[in-house]
């Protein structure tokens, strides 16, 4: 803790780009490595999930992702479960945010096609047709609507329910209606749940308590594109957020007797590297937005926004256009080859690359790796 000012103190934390990973063992090749992971009865080949945003994921975009090894999220309350005519709605969209120089009339849009009612046939339609093409199915939805929501998508047969939002709590209390109780809510349901975001190791661990199967580490913070810290004052130092919910996973572990939560880390993670350095402090996966933005299958075309840019009255976010130009499919950018040396294109060729470096065959291993701080 340091001193801020006279009886004030404030705990000095760190980001991804504050640490380094430490090689301390026998290199191995690359081919050796594993970066498989697997969340409840899930098994995932690289630790990896897309972003719930419409700036990224359609029925499309997540069976391809599904078939390269991810997970994509689709936001439950998206324009995806509002428009049947999504691509053409997006399209204005981006016409809108390529015209104005200044973010708000874009905003203003993106409001006015989020005040569209949500469809259930719509949202149904797009889980069947992932479902169909047999990969794993995931929905977002926020903690307020959790309730209203999910048994929609259960009739929908989805296999993965996340519960997110900027910051989420085991219990949500509003005077305008029923507190969302996650413990209760998560113990009625037959499928896995993901929770967050989070910060710190005490929510972490409240949410652990609940059932999750997942905690989210952060609320997908990028630089010129999530403003939750000009709005609401709350940032994320992803390094030390990551770290202190990989210790409350390590408490929850001894509390029961071996029940273990994972953690996904999303926010500040834009290259290979910083993906390494996620894992490296204890995040299972990572959640990732604008790299994947890049991908020819994103719906976004190269543009980037989170869901919290869509909020009614206190919208967290802005456009941002990511790529322009012909883009690198979501294989290439995942897999392979690069011809980027800053470490945005194989993104996990990049992790196998940093785990055989540093002497790891495997994700749970290359936790324990060594880091060292920048002074």
């Not at 296999?159 to 900027?166: F, S």
């Amino acid at each position: 803790m340091v001193e801020i000012g006279m009886g004030r103190t404030a705990r000095r934390t760190y980001e991804l780009s504050d640490i380094s990973i430490v090689p301390s063992r026998r290199t191995r090749s690359s081919k050796d490595v594993s970066t498989a992971w697997q969340l409840d009865a899930y098994r995932f080949e690289i630790p990896l999930l897309a972003h719930p945003t419409d700036a990224l994921v359609s029925p499309e975009f997540a069976i391809e992702l599904g078939r390269l090894g991810g997970l994509a999220v689709l936001n439950g309350e998206g324009l995806i479960g509002r428009h049947a005519d999504v691509e053409a709605k997006i399209a204005q969209l981006l016409e809108a945010a390529a015209a104005a120089p200044e973010p708000s009339a874009a905003i203003r849009l993106l409001q006015e096609l989020h005040a569209a009612p949500l469809n259930p046939e719509l949202l149904g339609a797009a889980v069947a047709r992932i479902r169909e093409a047999g990969v794993i199915t995931a929905v977002r939805v926020s903690p307020q609507n959790a309730q209203s929501l999910t048994p929609v998508l259960l009739q929908a047969g989805i296999d993965l329910l996340v519960i997110q939002g900027t910051i989420v709590s085991a219990e949500r209390v509003a005077s305008d209606g029923e507190p969302l109780n996650l413990k209760t809510f998560i113990a009625e349901l037959d499928i896995p749940v993901v929770a967050g975001g989070v910060q710190d190791h005490r929510t972490a661990l409240h949410l652990m308590r609940t059932g999750a199967a997942g905690v989210i580490v952060g609320y997908g913070s990028t630089q010129g594109v999530t403003t939750t810290d000009e709005v609401l004052g709350i940032s994320v130092p992803m390094a030390t957020a990551i770290a202190d919910a990989a210790a409350a996973r390590r408490e929850y572990l001894d509390e029961t007797g071996g029940r273990y939560v994972h953690v996904l880390a999303d926010g500040d993670i834009h290259t290979s590297g910083e993906l390494a350095k996620a894992i490296a402090c204890g995040a299972d996966a990572v959640v990732l937005g604008t790299p994947l933005a890049e991908a020819a299958e994103a719906l976004g075309q190269g543009w980037f926004w989170p869901a919290a840019a869509a909020h009614p009255s206190l919208p967290r976010g802005a456009l941002l256009q990511i790529a322009v130009g012909e883009r690198p499919p979501l294989e290439r950018l995942l897999n392979g080859p690069s011809d980027d040396p800053f470490g945005t294109l194989n993104l996990v060729g990049g992790l196998r690359r940093s785990m055989a470096k540093a002497g790891y065959c495997d994700l749970k291993e290359f936790q324990k790796v060594g880091l060292t701080v920048a002074t």
